[in-house]
């Protein structure tokens, strides 16, 4: 069965209520009717000002529905919470966070066709080298199974 989410995982519900992570429901609900009074689309005339107050409203109440719902709120805090690990790991390991480039990389400068050429070259020897190793492998594995095999039957008849 296909469980689909309630919430967008990328959007921080608690910064957009302006609320701690460890904010109480009424806290929630205080934080969300006050800033619904300041966002709510009816209070602005210029179409511009509408529209944006418009979104903003939509994003309050999702953030409301997310965190008010104590069942919705704990899958929120468990994806959120797995995503930060993942992300923090993901930093530990390349050095930069994700989506951001290293920007202590030198730039790239585009390949010639040579270069793509003798680069293509190498990694289908690589690749050969590779598949190489594994056959072998696979072979003294299948070696080693067998004479053990023969050492046990003829253990087995000198024995018997």
């Given at each position: 069965?296909?469980?689909?989410?309630?919430?967008?995982?990328?959007?921080?519900?608690?910064?957009?209520?302006?609320?701690?992570?460890?904010a109480?429901?009424?806290?929630?609900?205080?934080?969300?009717?006050?800033?619904?009074?300041?966002?709510?689309?009816?209070?602005?005339?210029?179409?511009?000002?509408?529209?944006?107050?418009?979104?903003?409203?939509?994003?309050?109440?999702?953030?409301?529905?997310?965190?008010?719902h104590?069942?919705?709120?704990?899958?929120?805090?468990?994806?959120?919470?797995?995503?930060?690990?993942?992300?923090?790991?993901?930093?530990?390991?390349?050095?930069?966070?994700?989506?951001?480039?290293?920007?202590?990389?030198?730039?790239?400068?585009?390949?010639?066709?040579?270069?793509?050429?003798?680069?293509?070259?190498?990694?289908?020897?690589?690749?050969?080298?590779?598949?190489?190793?594994?056959v072998?492998?696979?072979?003294?594995?299948?070696?080693?199974?067998?004479?053990?095999?023969?050492?046990?039957?003829?253990?087995?008849?000198?024995?018997?």
């Amino acid at each position: 069965m296909s469980q689909t989410r309630k919430f967008d995982p990328s959007i921080n519900y608690y910064e957009v209520l302006d609320v701690p992570y460890t904010a109480s429901k009424t806290e929630i609900t205080r934080s969300y009717r006050k800033l619904m009074r300041t966002a709510h689309p009816d209070r602005f005339t210029d179409e511009l000002q509408r529209g944006k107050a418009e979104e903003r409203a939509k994003l309050l109440n999702a953030a409301y529905a997310v965190l008010s719902h104590p069942d919705t709120r704990r899958d929120y805090d468990a994806t959120v919470r797995n995503r930060l690990i993942n992300d923090a790991i993901f930093q530990r390991y390349t050095g930069n966070s994700p989506g951001q480039s290293n920007p202590n990389a030198p730039r790239q400068r585009p390949l010639s066709p040579e270069m793509k050429q003798e680069q293509r070259r190498a990694q289908r020897s690589a690749l050969t080298h590779f598949l190489l190793f594994i056959v072998l492998f696979v072979g003294a594995l299948i070696l080693i199974l067998v004479v053990g095999s023969l050492f046990v039957e003829l253990g087995g008849a000198l024995l018997g």
